[in-house]
């Protein structure tokens, strides 16, 4: 005889919430953890507020950085003024070859010659080694480290400077101050010395130019102006002057056709603002 089937089905196994609980100060029991659409939701907003405060962030570090570069030039004022101080009022030289803009090599830089050229005569004054203490091989590397006085923290050095024979600077002194035929001048000589530049952020190989008219040739060397100067620091520029005071300015007050604006105004190359920094040498 078979058994009779039940009228009633059996009542399916309810669902099992497995996310674990807490009790309340009433004793129920409250369900914890996230669901997967909560984990989602999470995530989304976590990378929202990445997007929008990376670009800040880096804005942030960049505007160190250029404080640290402006900070490191007024060092070189300041040895700057200490030297003239000591020379008569005569500047130290630009470059191991007088009369323009171009590679020094590091067998230039260390040769005795060479002790009155900026990078050599002033870093003694900071107490700071010369450049020519980095000639040798085994510490070149250590001449391109960016915490240096002599580069600026942003500066993008060609890859293996390190073992390059040409010596790479990203801060240049002023190459118009000093005109050929003279193998330096005095400081007394600069007519207008809240405008006149003595040391900018220098353009290294592989930067970006600010016009397509700028020279690409002996990028790096010891000596620049306008048509070298580069912007490192949220499109803008590194330049410390003569009275002591530095700035970082936007292209467009420093270059114009990828040279120095004329007539010297706001921004003066050469000692005498009636001349054209483009022109002499």
Not at 41 to 48: F, L
Not at 213 to 239: C, E, I, K, M
Request: charged letters at 20%; proline letters at 9%; aromatic letters at 8%.
């Amino acid at each position: 005889m078979s058994t009779p089937r039940s009228e009633n089905p059996r009542p399916r196994a309810a669902a099992v919430d497995l996310r674990p609980t807490r009790a309340t100060s009433d004793g129920a029991e409250r369900r914890s953890g996230f669901t997967l659409i909560e984990l989602l939701v999470v995530i989304a907003i976590i990378a929202i507020l990445g997007a929008l405060l990376l670009p800040t962030l880096g804005r942030a570090k960049e505007k160190a950085r250029a404080v640290s570069c402006l900070s490191r030039l007024k060092q070189w004022n300041l040895a700057f003024g200490m030297y003239k101080d000591d020379n008569q009022d005569f500047l130290p030289r630009e470059s191991f070859i007088p009369g323009g803009t171009q590679w020094n090599l590091w067998a230039q830089v260390r040769n005795p010659l060479a002790l009155d050229v900026w990078y050599n005569a002033l870093p003694p004054l900071l107490h700071q080694r010369r450049a020519a203490d980095y000639a040798p091989g085994a510490v070149r590397g250590d001449f391109y480290d960016r915490t240096k006085l002599f580069h600026c923290p942003s500066a993008l050095f060609p890859p293996k400077a390190a073992s390059n024979d040409v010596a790479y600077f990203s801060v240049a002194m002023n190459s118009k101050l000093i005109l050929s035929p003279s193998a330096t001048t005095k400081f007394s000589t600069i007519q207008n010395p809240a405008a006149t530049v003595t040391f900018l952020d220098n353009r290294l190989p592989g930067e970006p130019a600010i016009h397509p008219a700028q020279p690409t040739n002996d990028l790096g060397q010891p000596s620049a102006y306008a048509s070298r100067f580069v912007v490192r620091h949220l499109r803008r520029g590194s330049l410390l002057f003569a009275d002591g005071h530095f700035e970082c300015l936007p292209p467009r007050e420093v270059v114009l056709g990828g040279f120095a604006i004329v007539p010297q105004m706001r921004i003066v190359w050469t000692a005498d603002p009636k001349l054209d920094p483009n022109i002499v040498e």
